[in-house]
């Protein structure tokens, strides 16, 4: 075959794509250089969903510079000011490549491998840039999570803000009460949101496990300072709450957001959204929510609600009792705090209490979430299996109890599980320990199980004989998809020897795969 023809068969996109998924992106990357239209082909896909900041960085050597540069002081506003004044702008010759990659760009994870202080002198040249000219055009999600040891800073998000923008996942995976937002940025953040992303559905800015959210902090900011000289017009803004914000953006599909900010007023507003079906809330205080007396038709969309540290039992029972906001959901996620946990008792009167009332109010519900924060390695309270019939009404297909373990017998709590909820496909019981061999015990009385996640006690690995989950009766209806195992050991050498002293590789021959864990280990 002649070069020429050659070369045109390769350019079919469907053969190209077939080749593709036998190779790594850097293979990808290399055979979009060789020919012009195999790179206008390749390389939308491979630009598509963008991790971490650096490989944006890297379309521009002056802001890769910028990016590692130490030196820069933007935490006063004379080191603010003398930045401005010592940078140019950034111009076309400065973002040539990235004019040319960025509109490939949908998904943005900004700190997928970690940011730095360092960025901030990037991200301000790009931020002021972004005034003049949209940086990332089509994009479609933004996800921010900061799990790493320093202030969380919205200028991280600013600068890719757009009218194209469907998702912004603002998560902070931290609950250390020194990382919080100060308020002025989260009102900065929140007025650019509802000013340029009118084609928004899904909102996350104050998520699970967040440090307790914004107070006034009197530092000087430097998206306070940049914003104020791009719009001057905001700071007359700045003295309204931050739901003043939200309530001027169109109305949302999934909203995630503090307890702090929704004053009764605010949720009305909720209530009318046409279109939500996802709603969250983080108790950052000790004080419930204030809920209105809802119209009969609020919520109409309704389908999850998830509560996280929730101060007291008092409060989930008194939003149970708002029919028109729980009677339509088939998806409840609660995260009770540690502070509702009785140490004197852990006979779990109130957990009972209050999964009848869950029954009671959100008789739809399908996939049943529910976790008392116990702290690592320790239950919070110990109820028998037979209780959970209070949720008997349900058909759950999914559910969750953390922080709780069961008095029974071995066989007991497969059984009752089995007889309560006989369609069940993932079970996550983290707290509850078994022994290793009642492993079987599960897949046998729960024929439909894909998911499971449970503890296990590293000693009796230690002295048990290998589990060969090939022997589990073949009228299953379907393998066991997931095993997730909480592993309860004293060192790290320890809970290596345990867990490959299990005969999980002898489990493929049964499931299509097995994952086992223990803290940053996985094995499978």
């Known amino acids: 075959m002649p070069p020429a023809v050659s070369i045109q068969v390769l350019r079919t996109p469907e053969l190209v794509q077939s080749i593709c ?36 960085f890297a379309l521009s050597p002056y802001l890769d510079q910028m990016s590692k540069d ?51 002198a990037a991200l301000s040249l790009l931020y002021i840039s972004s005034n003049r000219r949209t940086i990332l055009p089509n994009i479609v ?14 200028i991280w998000v600013v600068p890719f803000l757009s009218d194209s923008l469907r998702e912004l996942d603002f998560s902070i995976t931290s609950s250390t009460e020194n990382w919080n937002i100060p308020l002025t940025e989260s009102k900065i953040l929140l007025w650019l949101v509802s000013m340029k992303c009118f084609q928004l559905k899904i909102f996350c800015f104050t998520p699970p496990a967040v440090g307790p959210f914004p107070r006034p902090q009197p530092s000087i900011t430097l998206l306070d300072t940049l914003t104020q000289r791009i719009h001057p017009n905001i700071k007359e803004q700045l003295d309204n709450s931050p739901w003043y914000f939200i309530a001027s953006m169109q109305p949302l599909v999934r909203f995630a957001t503090s307890a702090s900010f929704l004053e009764s007023s605010y949720f009305e507003t909720i209530s009318n959204w046409p279109s939500l079906e996802y709603f969250e809330v983080l108790f950052d205080t000790e004080d419930g929510l204030d809920l209105p007396d809802f119209a009969g038709n609020a919520f109409p969309a309704l389908i999850h609600l998830g509560l996280h540290r929730v101060p007291g039992w008092d409060t989930a029972e008194e939003i149970w009792d708002t029919s028109s906001l729980v009677s339509k959901l088939t998806s409840i996620k609660i995260n009770m705090a540690m502070t509702c946990i009785d140490r004197e008792n852990e006979s779990g009167d109130e957990v009972i209490s209050l999964l009848n009332a869950l029954a009671t109010g959100s008789p739809h519900v399908r996939n049943l979430w529910f976790h008392v924060d116990s702290g690592y390695n320790f239950h919070a309270y110990e109820i028998f299996a037979s209780e959970l019939h209070q949720l008997e009404g349900l058909s759950l297909i999914k559910l969750h109890l953390g922080g709780i373990a069961f008095n029974d017998d071995s066989e007991a709590v497969p059984r009752h599980i089995a007889a309560i909820f006989p369609a069940i496909k993932e079970l996550g019981l983290p707290k509850h320990q078994i022994e290793s061999t ?87």
């Not at 950034?90 to 004019?99: C, E, G, K, M, S």
């Not at 509109?103 to 730095?116: D, M, N, S």
């Open 21 to 56: 998924r036998y190779t790594t992106i850097g293979d990808e990357a290399r055979l979009a250089q060789s020919d012009r239209r195999l790179f206008y082909m390749l390389m939308p896909a491979l630009w598509e969903h963008v991790e971490g900041l650096p490989r944006l």
């Open 70 to 120: 130490k030196r820069h002081t933007l935490n006063t506003s004379e080191g603010i000011d003398e930045f401005i004044g010592s940078h140019k702008p950034l111009d076309n010759d400065d973002l040539a490549r990235f004019h040319i990659y960025s509109p490939w760009i949908k998904h943005l994870e900004v700190c997928k491998h970690g940011a730095t202080p360092e960025y901030n």
């Open 141 to 154: 999600s933004i996800s921010m999570t900061v799990h790493f040891n320093f202030r969380t800073n919205p």
């Open 438 to 524: 009642e492993l079987q015990l599960f897949l046998s009385e729960l024929p439909l199980l894909e998911v499971l996640r449970i503890e296990f006690a590293l000693e009796s690995i230690s002295t048990a004989p290998k589990i060969d989950l090939s022997s589990v009766p073949r009228y299953r209806s379907v393998p066991l998809h997931t095993l997730e195992a909480n592993l309860i050991g004293d060192t790290k050498e320890e809970v290596l020897s345990d867990v490959l002293s299990l005969n999980h590789f002898e489990a493929k021959t049964f499931s299509e795969y097995v994952t086992l864990g223990s803290g940053g280990y996985i094995f499978g």
